[in-house]
């Protein structure tokens, strides 16, 4: 620990308790509102919204503060439109062989197929990449520590800015994704984590009519 640095941490704001038990409770009934989206519409959206909700995704903890994770922001329809090939190729062959028979059942409330329009539709996909290691500007590998864990983190927090910005998005993972480093041109240290699909939901959007388990089925609070 020789060499850490310190700073105050003059960033910390504290609320009175009234205060904080407002905020949690409205924050909760703002993120109830959030909902996976399969029907988008191709009203554009304004870039710098999509760069501030990848500023607030990059606060992240990260093991070791390595940030082990890259966006790739798809807006151009060419781009898009090789990303849904190559995953609908995927995804046939997942809904006709690759799929078992209690995997496609339990896909059967959300009603999704191989057929993914939504990848051309949607404004913007940002496709999320996972260091395995890092590269220094010399090439030497640097070793990452929980990239799982901490892609995920920023993907959950990238989620909740973009619904907070009022856009809705959708996590996909098509069945296999190596064609992402093909098409992106990302390097083989990065694994693809998964698309999020973002944009303006479609006029006449539905989504699956699912519940969540209630909190004393998730939470035991000792
Ligand atoms: N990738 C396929 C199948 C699929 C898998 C899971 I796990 C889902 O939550 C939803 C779909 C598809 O997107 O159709």
């Known amino acids: 620990m020789a060499d850490a640095k310190f700073v105050p941490l003059s960033s910390y704001h504290e609320y009175p308790v009234e205060e904080m038990k407002q905020r949690a409770a409205t924050f909760y009934a703002d993120m109830q509102r959030r909902r996976s989206v399969r029907h988008f519409s191709d009203r554009p959206v304004p870039r710098e919204i999509i760069e501030d909700c990848l500023r607030a995704a990059n606060t992240a903890p990260s093991g070791a503060n390595m940030q082990p994770w890259h966006f790739v922001v798809v807006g151009d329809p060419a781009v898009k439109g090789q990303i849904r090939e190559a995953a609908e190729k995927e995804e046939r062959e997942f809904y006709a062989r690759r799929a078992s028979e209690k995997w496609l059942e ?117």
Do not use: C, W
Request: aromatic share 8%; glycine share 8%; charged share 15%.
């Open 106 to 222: 339990a896909l059967t409330p959300l009603g999704t197929d191989e057929h993914k329009p939504f990848l051309e539709t949607a404004p913007y996909l940002i496709v999320i990449f996972s260091q395995r290691y890092g590269l220094t500007s010399d090439g030497q590998r640097i070793k990452h520590y929980y990239p799982a864990e901490s892609v995920g983190i920023a993907t959950g927090i990238l989620i909740t800015a973009i619904h907070n910005a009022g856009l809705v998005s959708l996590t996909y993972t098509p069945s296999r994704m190596g064609f992402l480093n093909e098409i992106l041109g990302r390097p083989t240290n990065e694994r693809p984590f998964l698309i999020l699909v973002v944009g303006y939901p479609a006029h006449d959007a539905v989504v699956p009519s699912i519940r969540k388990k209630s909190l004393s089925e998730v939470a035991t609070l000792l």
